[in-house]
């Protein structure tokens, strides 16, 4: 099993959108069952939390339900939990190396970083007010995130 966590500041905003927006995606091509996908903050600002209005109403467009979804913070131990930590820009990554430490079985990543916009940072619909570009910008990780994952051998992709 593939364990994602997508990480952001607060785990209101961009971080729900590509942990639902991914969980969908895997639904997509039969492959839940190789995936646990999650999200968290850095910070305890959110925490409790629900997901912004602005991601709730772009998932909803898109037939996809984040109901029940609550801010929860990352801790240490989501380290060894996790395969992956992705976070949306580099303030993300510092704060997650910050709480887990060095990052010494090369897990945490942005997420553009799986893309030929390595190093760009996902939009901030908290700054921009903007949730289609951030949509954009998560999508096209995604679809990063996936190819990564099969070139890798770690997704058995249904022939």
């Known amino acids: 099993m593939i364990k994602i966590l997508f990480v952001c500041h607060g785990n209101i905003c961009r971080s729900p959108m590509a942990e639902f927006l991914f969980k969908n995606y895997v639904q997509q ?3 839940q069952s190789q995936f646990y996908i999650a999200s968290a903050a850095t910070s305890s ?7 912004h209005h ?5 998932l ?3 037939g996809i339900d984040c109901s029940g979804k609550r801010a ?3 801790t240490g131990a989501d380290y060894e939990k996790y395969d992956y930590l992705i976070g949306m820009d580099d303030w993300n990554v510092r ?3 910050r709480i887990v430490g060095t990052d010494s079985q090369a897990k945490v990543w942005k997420l553009l970083d799986f893309t030929e916009r390595a190093g760009a940072e996902i ?3 908290w700054y921009t007010g903007d949730f289609e570009a951030t949509y954009r910008d998560i999508m096209e990780g995604l679809d990063g995130l996936w190819k990564h994952l099969s070139e890798s051998g770690e997704l058995k992709e249904n022939r």
């Open 72 to 74: 929860v913070r990352l």
């Open 29 to 31: 091509r039969g492959a």
């Open 60 to 62: 909803k467009q898109l």
């Open 123 to 125: 939009a901030d619909p």
């Open 54 to 58: 602005g991601t709730r109403e772009k």
């Open 95 to 97: 704060n997650i190396l």
């Open 45 to 51: 600002e959110e925490i409790g939390n629900p997901v």
